[in-house]
Antibody, heavy 114, light 107 residues
Framework: QVQLQESGPGLVKPSETLSLTCSVF????????WHWIRQPPGKGLEWIGY???????DSNPSLKSRVTISLDTSTNQFSLKLTSVTAADTAVYFC????????WGQGTLVTVSS | DIQMTQSPSSLSASVGDRVIITCRAS??????LAWFQQEPGKAPKPLIY???SLQSGVPSKFSGSGSGTDFTLTINSLQPEDFATYYC?????????FGQGTKLEIK
């Protein structure tokens, strides 16, 4: 059974870096695409970016200059770093697997506030 | 970016009804279209992939159709647990994009 679980600080100060990790259970990281998606409170879903097990990554042009996604197959985890955060980055952050986003984590709320 | 437009944005229906939600892409995406159901405070639940294929464990009351730019999600025989927000999403090209959501409410 494939399970994903996000973890990281729930509160980040403005201008600092948001760092999240997605732990993957029940699945090898090989072959698949691994994604980050976010949802501001009361709003819709926004795709942040992906990493392929080969190391290829891409991200939303609206965030590209601030986003880094990395993968560690030895620990079955992948990570998101979002720099220079503002209140607009307050959201529930989800990780997901596959091109069709077949498997999702439960999400973690990150609040940007001083 | 490919824009995904859902209609309606909200919908009131009764238990037992059948509803149809539409999703239009700003350019052709073949059948690279997924549908999700989201309850408040929960992660989106995948329902449909490749426009019309049911995800494992999803009841057959849900069905999807379409190709190119126009897609539909049909839900038959609504039950209380079906009242939620539904999103379409294209995975034809990056950046992936979602529709704005359709909130299905009990009449």
């Amino acid at each position: 059974q494939v399970q994903l679980q996000e973890s990281g600080p729930g509160l980040v100060k403005p201008s600092e870096t948001l760092s999240l990790t997605c732990s993957v259970f029940g699945s090898s990281m090989n072959t698949y695409y691994w994604h980050w998606i976010r949802q501001p409170p009361g709003k819709g879903l926004e795709w942040i970016g992906y990493i392929h097990y080969s190391g290829i990554t891409d991200s939303n042009p609206s965030l590209k200059s601030r986003v880094t996604i990395s993968l560690d197959t030895s620990t079955n985890q992948f990570s998101l770093k979002l720099t220079s955060v503002t209140a607009a980055d307050t959201a529930v952050y989800f990780c997901a697997r596959d091109s069709s986003l077949q498997f999702w984590g439960q999400g973690t709320l990150v609040t940007v506030s001083s | 970016d490919i824009q995904m437009t859902q209609s309606p944005s909200s919908l009131s229906a009764s238990v037992g009804d059948r509803v149809i939600i539409t999703c239009r892409a700003s350019r052709g995406i073949s059948n690279y279209l997924a549908w999700f159901q989201q309850e408040p405070g929960k992660a989106p639940k995948p329902l449909i992939y490749s426009a019309s294929s049911l995800q494992s464990g999803v009841p057959s009351k849900f069905s999807g159709s379409g190709s190119g730019t126009d897609f539909t999600l049909t839900i038959n025989s609504l039950q209380p647990e079906d009242f939620a927000t539904y999103y379409c999403q294209q995975y034809d090209s990056y950046p992936y994009t979602f529709g704005q959501g359709t909130k299905l409410e009990i009449k």
